[in-house]
């Protein structure tokens, strides 16, 4: 038996908020995000009937899949695909049109990274009805995945906790936005970014104020395991050193973890970080046998 371990895209849609322009008798948006075939929604006859799902986020969206009706296909003849972050449908960009679908047939509309937080499709005209069988939206989370993460540190100095380094405030202003260790041996910071992600850069930023060096030597860990508080995870890169109220980008060439660490492996050391951003995928891992 082969174990593999693989990333699975998430249809973001389907935590999605959906709505549309109108309900014709029970068939609701949500119709189209049930995983059945043998569902749709439906719209009354209409001028410009449309639907909607709210990602709740900001996505880069790589693709959308739509799945026709299984009768009454050609309606869908002319509906317009947009990607964006506007509320008034037609302020957000067009992917794809759909020139036409054959009953029940799933297609799939490359959208080549377009960011957005709502996914639309809709028909142009008068006396237009819009059904979909099912929709999916596959993409990457465009903003920084720290902020939803929790922080914990080996040790912390008096009120600089572990979660400044993900408030979301570089600390340039005021160093009260960055955590710190006490002078001990191994200092470390751990972020829990609560679910899996195929991780491409990690941004870390250093104080301004003060002791620059308290960064020196840290290396990025990344991965799932809490052995040795998550220390033990696969290094990303190790930080020789930032300047004075830098950031710098550390490329992680897609690490797949929950965990990210920062750890100095040496004695009589402080951590201190000011802001630690993640950037990558939005997916799960999912492990089959
Ligand atoms: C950490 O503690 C050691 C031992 O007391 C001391 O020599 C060193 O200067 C301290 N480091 C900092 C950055 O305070
Ligand atoms: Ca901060």
């Known amino acids: 038996m082969i174990k593999m371990s693989y990333l699975v895209l998430l249809n973001a849609a389907l935590w999605g908020k959906t709505s549309q322009s109108s309900n014709y008798l029970q068939s609701g948006p949500e119709l189209a995000l049930d995983g059945l075939l043998t569902s749709w929604t439906h719209t009354n006859t209409e001028t410009n009937p449309w639907w909607r799902v709210d990602l709740l986020k900001v996505y880069r969206v790589n693709r959308v899949t739509i799945t026709n009706r299984p009768g009454n296909g050609l309606r869908i003849n002319g509906a317009v695909i947009r990607i964006g972050n506007f509320l008034d449908i037609y302020n957000n960009r067009i992917c794809a049109v759909i020139s036409t679908l054959a009953d029940g047939a799933t297609a799939t509309f490359s959208c080549g990274g377009m960011e957005g937080r709502y996914m639309i499709v809709h028909i142009p005209g008068d006396q237009k009805i819009l059904s979909l069988s099912e929709a999916g939206v ?152």
């Open 138 to 289: 596959y993409g990457y989370l465009a903003g920084n995945l720290a902020v939803d993460g929790a922080a914990t540190q080996s040790s912390t100095f008096t009120g600089w906790f572990a979660e400044k380094a993900i408030d979301s405030n570089r600390g340039l202003q005021q160093n009260t936005a960055c955590a710190s260790t006490l002078n001990q041996t191994n200092p470390w910071w751990r972020l829990d970014l609560r679910h899996i992600y195929r991780v491409s850069r990690v941004v870390v930023t250093n104080r301004k104020d003060c002791c620059t060096e308290q960064m020196n030597g840290a290396e990025i860990r990344i991965g799932n395991s809490l052995e040795s508080n998550g220390n033990n995870n696969p290094i990303c890169a190790v930080i020789p050193a930032i300047p004075a109220g830098e950031s710098y980008s550390y490329s992680c060439g897609g690490m797949d973890g929950r965990y990210v660490n920062l750890i100095i492996p040496e004695d009589m050391k402080i951590l201190t970080l000011c802001e630690l951003e993640v950037y990558g995928e939005g997916s799960v891992l999912t492990t089959v046998q």
